[in-house]
């Protein structure tokens, strides 16, 4: 059994000059890769200290915490308190709720948590009038780089993919690489239900989103990829709901590229999660390129 890292001393203390003497430190990383998050509970409330994996992942995430964060609802994306780029720490205020993965929801309540998240990546993205002659630019070179990381993908994944699964992945590979242009956005980057809270206040449920590290200009629909290869699985009302919450459905463009990227998504996961002993998103990645195999024949 592995044991959470203790909180670095010089965040610790970068903590408290901000957020005033900390009481109690609990480890809060998600457990998966090189996540280091620690909920911090101080004098004025409950602060998150971050390391980021990365100067890519700090570089996107302050840049999303700095510019679209603070246009949101209040209590609905975490808030930057703090950064400091020579730690890659972040120290981020608290979204209520709980992690709507976790909740046993009705049906007709995941419809709603749905249409919730629609609307909150919606107000996330934006118009397309917000991004820049260069963010345009990067959300281009992202799906042109995603088309061609289709032999990327197989050559992690060697020995782990059939014939039949190779063949799939290269074709939607190609088929991305022929699409037009796509409408472009700033993308959270890895939205999808263990990423989302839910806050059951008095008056309503509150969605909120978190973690921002893969935030970066894309092809909007690139958002909808672990959705549409998990939570829509066999549950059309809820990509409904979310189209609904969403403000518009998805162009004819953006659903063959949904399917493309829903198959390197595929080929990247089994190749990550077969030496991980991941058997969940394994299975969910063999359960994706076999639903799309009709489209490599």
Request: glycine share 10%; with cysteine; hydrophobic share 45%.
């Amino acid at each position: 059994m592995s044991v959470a890292p203790p909180i670095p001393p010089a965040l610790l203390e970068r903590a408290q000059r901000i957020a005033g003497p900390v009481h109690r430190v609990r480890d809060a990383s998600h457990g998966r890769g090189d996540s280091r998050v620690w909920q911090l509970t101080c004098d004025t409330g409950i602060v998150f200290a971050k390391l980021s994996p990365s100067p890519e992942a700090f570089g996107r995430a302050t840049r999303a915490l700095r510019e679209v964060a603070p246009g949101l609802d209040p209590g609905t994306a975490p808030l930057l308190l703090a950064a400091d780029p020579h730690q890659q720490a972040l120290l981020l205020s608290l979204v209520p709720g709980r992690v709507a993965k976790s909740l046993g929801l009705t049906p007709a309540e995941q419809r709603m948590l749905h249409r919730q998240a629609g609307s909150w990546l919606g107000r996330f993205h934006g118009g397309p009038g917000e991004l820049s002659a260069q963010d345009h630019a990067d959300a281009a070179a992202e799906v042109a780089r995603a088309a061609a990381g289709g032999e990327k993908h197989l050559g992690r994944a060697r020995g782990l993919l059939g014939p039949q699964e190779q063949r799939t992945v290269r074709w939607h590979a190609a088929a991305l690489g022929r699409l037009g242009p796509l409408p472009a956005a700033f993308i959270h980057g890895d939205f999808q239900e263990r990423k989302w809270l839910l806050d059951f206040a008095p008056a309503a449920r509150v969605f909120g989103a978190v973690d921002l590290d893969r935030a970066r200009p894309h092809a909007a629909v690139a958002d909808l990829v672990h959705l549409a290869g998990g939570s829509w699985v066999n549950r059309p009302d809820l990509h409904e709901a979310f189209c609904e919450g969403y403000g518009r459905a998805l162009t004819a463009g953006e659903e063959w590229a949904l399917r493309c990227l829903c198959a390197l998504d595929a080929a990247s996961v089994i190749a990550w999660g077969v030496p991980n002993g991941d058997g969940e998103i394994v299975e969910r990645g063999r359960a994706t390129l076999a639903r799309l195999e009709v489209q490599a024949a």
